[in-house]
């Protein structure tokens, strides 16, 4: 596949998957001395990569979460950050300015910080309690890994809460992702290529999901779109689309669907059925479409996040080369003085 | 002023002051029985309402709250929704589905449900346990009244959990907002026009805001500019928006930026100063503008998105008179099948 190294991601994510003894030895360190929250907190690309994990949550959890973009969280202090929090954020670089001051104010009110960073010994990790490194990870292959780590420390809350009973299954299918996600970016690689020359010109896309991929959705929209190929786009959650943004709708529009397997998928169902009445530019991204060998089926949709990432990384790759737009080319982010 | 009956506005807020002292018993009798979380929940418009009293109660409470899409909710039965929970909502209506499905849904676990309504005996305030109305309400002053009474809501919660020392005085500015908020109006009327016939052909806004009126920027894109003048738009959040939505800075492009006196107005001071070195139309809404007489300052950064809304009220109402575009046509909601 074109734009891609397998061994490289194949390491990667095995080292993802490698870490989760760590993990669960740092997890159960906190759990033994108590805690009453979690913050899970990013920015831009790390901020989106907890929306699964604060779905997770939601549907399988008692525990109190709360889900904070770094830059705002130094500002509004919330009241309810303080030495009974844990943080967990993420920064492949371990460079992102806002993500490090949080992680710092964090710490500053008794916090612990957990940490999923490139190189240890980065700044992030220099205000961190607790650092997951993954040396070779690159935006090629940084999802997938920071999803298959913040899922296993939640899922590893969640358990010694004495919750979410499919806690060694989810698990089991976490360290199988390596192999499974390989499978889907070769299946997924000459759709994405279809699509990506198909729209290698539409200069705008309304993407539209919900549950654990509307971080996908966002991410794809903000990150991925706009940031590396400056496309237009606007996201929109699958719950809220019919309360306005529906009258956006027009034939020349393009949808991007964003399908999981999870409990809300009906609410993109809806949508497709409506769009598609009036307009023929609909394409749906659907983790559905995928075989994920080994993988138990009440489990699959739990892992959507991870299959939806990967699908999406084929369609970047393959815009990047139709469009003749590197991932890396930025006009102002750490270009320009702001 | 244009487009507007200030009889009815002030007759419409002054109920929503009124219905404070049974706020007050509703909630007094909630507390004695004891909850352990509040859900804040709606649909489009009353969905974004709920995010400011996310971020009152984040910024000054520890009672531990979620903020969910009525639609979402009902697929995804957070765990944490059960006998101990509060559920805020509110239809002007009383008829949006989701809405009341979600509050169903609340009941039959066993929640408690107060919502605000347009007229007592209405669908959702069937499934209600505590119900409060406002006749006369209807598009034209619906975010203001549903903010005092959502307000008073929340600030109760937090002062019979023995936080928000502000609690007297910030009751007693919701008291003035009648008063306040006409006065903003008029202040506004003017800028608005102005606005609104400078960008009567502009095609797309970026909407930028952050804090307690990241609510208003969301709904005005969506809401306002979307669904009732069919104008395309994206929401950002001034903490985000440096990490992707950068790229697409242009000249040609309209920033609408939205600017609260709240902790993280900083935040979108510097996507101020980051787009006024690359674009000329940038239109900034900032409370600050406006005197508020009898307001406390320490209490004015509180009130926000109160006064935000009384100003994008001139906005739209402006834009639908220069675009002859009646704020009530729809092309699809309620009007075609889906």
């Not at 669960?24 to 979690?38: F, H, P, S, T, W």
Request: hydrophobic residues 40%; contains cysteine.
């Amino acid at each position: 596949m074109v734009g891609y190294d397998e061994a490289v991601y194949r390491e990667v994510l095995g080292k993802a998957v490698s870490n989760i003894e760590e993990i669960n030895k740092a997890v159960d360190e906190i759990c033994d001395q108590g805690y009453k929250n979690l913050y899970l907190m990013g920015s831009g690309g790390t901020y989106s990569m907890a929306s699964p994990v604060t779905y997770l949550l939601k549907t399988h959890s008692t525990i109190p979460w709360n889900w904070e973009i770094a830059a705002e969280l130094i500002k509004a202090k919330p009241l309810s950050l303080n030495a009974d929090s844990v943080v967990i954020t993420a920064s492949l670089s371990g460079t992102t300015t806002e993500t490090i001051e949080a992680a710092r104010y964090a710490q500053s009110v008794g916090a612990k910080v957990i940490a999923l960073v490139g190189e240890d010994g980065c700044p992030l990790a220099e205000c961190a309690d607790y650092v997951f490194e993954n040396p070779n990870a690159s935006n090629d292959n940084l999802v997938e890994e920071i999803y298959i780590q913040y899922f296993a420390i939640a899922a590893r809350f969640m358990r010694n809460n004495g919750e979410f009973p499919e806690y060694d299954e989810f698990v089991s299918a976490l360290r199988k992702m390596p192999e499974v996600l390989q499978a889907v970016r070769e299946q997924q690689d000459e759709t994405a290529l279809a699509f990506a020359t198909a729209h290698k010109d539409t200069p705008f896309h309304m993407c539209v999901g919900s549950g654990n991929v509307w971080g996908e959705t966002y991410c794809f929209a903000m990150c991925v779109l706009e940031e590396m190929q400056w496309i237009a786009t606007k996201s929109i959650h699958a719950a809220e689309f019919f309360h306005g943004t529906i009258e956006m709708t027009d034939p020349d529009m393009s949808f991007m669907l964003f399908k999981s397997e999870d409990e809300t998928r009906s609410l993109v169902d809806r949508v497709e059925r409506f769009v598609r009445q009036h307009t023929d530019k609909v394409q749906v991204w659907d983790t559905k479409a995928f075989e994920l060998d080994g993988i138990d089926p009440k489990i699959r949709p739990l892992v959507s996040p991870l299959v939806m990432s990967a699908m999406l990384e084929r369609v970047s790759t393959h815009f990047s080369i139709v469009r003749d737009h590197d991932l890396d080319i930025r006009r102002y982010y750490r270009v320009v003085e702001y």
